[in-house]
């Protein structure tokens, strides 16, 4: 249950709705973490800048969702690993290489 309802694009402010699709076109989707934290500009701005300067490492985006997911199971967090179950067959098109699906991401 969540106590911070995710922002509805539909009645968002024009800065709002600019931050979520900045968050679409980097990620492929909206994950409701990141409409969340769209209640406050600056905490979703903040998380993209994050996300992006990680995705500026040296590792390739499937292993960072291996390590990700590893991470999520090590914490019991079933949203953690539910979204990036979902983002990790994204990640062949943003530069994966794998398109075997989720399996591949736990190999």
């Known amino acids: 249950m969540s106590r911070i309802k995710p922002v509805d694009r539909n009645s968002a402010d024009t800065a709002t709705v600019e931050l979520l699709a900045s968050v679409k076109k980097s ?3 909206v994950p409701n ?3 969340t934290m769209a209640n406050s500009p600056a905490v979703g701005r ?3 800048g994050f ?3 990680l995705s ?3 590792l390739p985006r499937r292993l960072r969702e291996k390590i990700a997911l590893a991470v999520g ?3 019991a967090c079933r949203y953690g690993v539910a979204a990036h179950t979902v983002l990790g067959p994204r990640s ?3 530069g994966g290489g794998d ?3 989720p399996a591949c991401l736990v190999a």
Do not use: V
């Open 56 to 58: 500026g490492s040296n």
């Open 46 to 48: 903040a998380n993209l």
């Open 99 to 101: 398109d075997r699906g």
């Open 27 to 29: 990620m492929g989707a």
């Open 73 to 75: 199971e090590a914490n």
């Open 92 to 94: 062949r098109t943003h």
């Open 33 to 35: 973490l990141g409409a």
């Open 51 to 53: 996300a992006q300067a």
